[in-house]
């Protein structure tokens, strides 16, 4: 536990010089009560008051194993104590080249070229660039258009933005945006039919401009956990190939075995031409990310030095995050991590239809859903005024109404409960660790449960 006198100054320090992301910031420090945490240890957080919470989404999706797993630890102190910083400008060294080796052996077929950089926005900027200029060098440099999915999230560059689709994120920035076309994807097999034509239709008028797809696979997570059949992401496949476009799968949430699955594309047996990945990448230790990309891709940057890629981050392959990277691999083997998420889908799937079926809950329950370790439940309006101040990630969070507030009642009932359910908007959802215990994911559901039946108790 924290002293009276640190927290003090922790909560000072905070309202006055801490920025905070999403955030209203005349509003949080009008009604400043964040969440102060000490430590973390599996699926806890400890706050400074002595309570303990059961981390519900893995800290915006990255605590993939679990926090402070102690191999995790290990793996960073050793490689502190003999290499904290190199570039890889004319430089390698043993954790990232042996870390992109191993990357190539667990990646989609024919993706043997690791690029390293920091997040997810970083590793979809690049994928941009690497495909703009891939376009340019084959002879193609009238393909600058990207095709790329309603209410995507892909970070937050101006790239990566660009490319997003949920619109409260795009309209600050609409005017230096570059040019793309959204496709809705289709929620479910009733809807593919409409939704392949309007991927046709796109690909008819645009095809001979398109440079690339850049998708979220089978999980569009910032939009609110909304999925969308395997058969669409075969047929982006398809469109790309025959039009000479390249699909960049996003797998900075679906990857690392979120689905199930290594990456989101296996379970879709969809091999992309770049994969980005981040969040699950290091487990929630330390920012780090890749772009992983073909031969062929490679290719198109040989023959003159003018045709090499001028891109690269300072801390692009940093040793700390990549002998991490490759202990969180180790760990995926040596603890079966993978099998176990087939495990949790099972346990999700069951909460979840049991959530649905409880006749108090089921009164503020639109539909639900569970892919690989997600679950996630569509909320309508109820309940009373949240007090918690709302962070602005969807489009519901400008408005006023209930809509918008519904998730957050839930996460503050939650927190009394002792979970940390941070909704998107009025969509409420567990993506927990990979691994978390069965016992603590059981106690996640009967929480959801417990806090979505005392919002619809308040119904009038
Ligand atoms: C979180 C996320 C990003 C951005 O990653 P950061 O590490 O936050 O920059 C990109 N794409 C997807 C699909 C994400 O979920």
């Keep these: 536990m924290m002293s009276e006198r640190d927290l003090r100054a922790t909560l000072a320090a905070d309202r006055g010089h801490v920025w905070h992301p999403y955030t209203p910031m005349d ?46 630890v290990a793996a960073l102190k050793a490689q ?13 060294h043993p954790a990232a080249a042996r870390f992109a080796e191993e990357l190539a052996s667990v990646a989609p077929k024919g993706l043997t070229e690791v690029f390293f950089s920091d997040d997810g926005s970083t590793a979809v900027e690049a994928a941009v660039k690497m495909v703009v200029q891939y376009q340019r060098q084959i002879g193609h440099p009238e393909r600058s258009v990207f095709l790329a999915l309603g209410n995507a999230f892909h970070g937050e560059t101006v790239g990566a933005t660009s490319l997003g689709g949920v619109e409260v994120f795009r309209r600050p920035f609409a005017p230096v945006l570059f040019e793309v076309v959204h496709l809705a994807p289709p929620a479910d097999l009733a809807a593919l039919p ?22 979220e696979p089978l999980l569009q997570g910032a939009a609110g956990m909304q999925t969308y059949p395997a058969a669409y992401l075969n047929a982006l496949r398809d469109a790309c190939t025959r039009t000479g476009a390249l699909l960049v799968a996003d797998e900075v ?17 969809v091999v992309p031409d770049l994969l980005c990945t981040a969040k699950g990448f290091t487990a929630g230790v330390l920012p780090m990310a890749a772009t992983l990309a073909t031969a062929e891709v490679l290719a198109a ?41 087939a495990v949790r889908e099972e346990r999700l799937r069951a909460g ?44 519901a969070d400008l408005g006023e109404g209930y809509v918008a507030e519904v998730g957050w009642r839930v996460y503050e009932e939650a927190l009394e409960r002792g979970a940390y359910l941070r909704p998107l908007g009025n969509v409420v959802y567990l993506s927990p660790a990979l691994n978390i215990p069965l016992p603590e994911l059981d106690q996640l559901l009967e929480i959801l449960r417990e806090s979505v039946r005392a919002v619809a108790g308040e119904m009038a």
């Design 27 to 72: 509003e949080w420090r009008a009604h400043h009560a964040p969440l102060v945490v000490t430590s973390a240890r599996g699926s806890w957080l400890e706050l400074a008051d002595g309570r303990r919470l059961l981390d519900g989404n893995g800290q915006w999706w990255v605590s993939t194993l679990g926090h402070n797993h102690p191999r995790l």
């Design 80 to 92: 502190a104590e003999q290499l904290c910083h190199v570039s890889l400008a004319g430089i390698t």
């Design 194 to 215: 409409q939704a392949l034509r309007a991927l046709e239709a796109a690909v008819g008028q645009q095809g001979p401009r398109l440079a690339g797809a850049v998708v």
């Design 253 to 269: 949430f679906t990857g690392y075995g979120r689905l199930g699955t290594m990456w989101g594309c296996d379970r879709a047996n």
């Design 301 to 341: 940057f040989s023959g003159g030095r003018a045709r090499a890629f001028l891109y690269g981050h300072s801390y692009g392959g940093n040793p700390l995050g990549a002998a991490v990277g490759r202990e969180v691999l180790k760990i995926y083997r040596d603890e079966g991590v993978l099998a176990g998420v």
């Design 352 to 395: 979840f239809e049991a959530l649905a079926r409880d006749p108090l809950a089921g009164r503020l329950l639109e539909a639900t859903r569970v892919l690989g370790s997600v679950g996630a439940a569509d909320l309508r309006a109820g309940g009373r005024r949240a007090t918690t101040v709302r962070p602005v990630e969807t489009e």
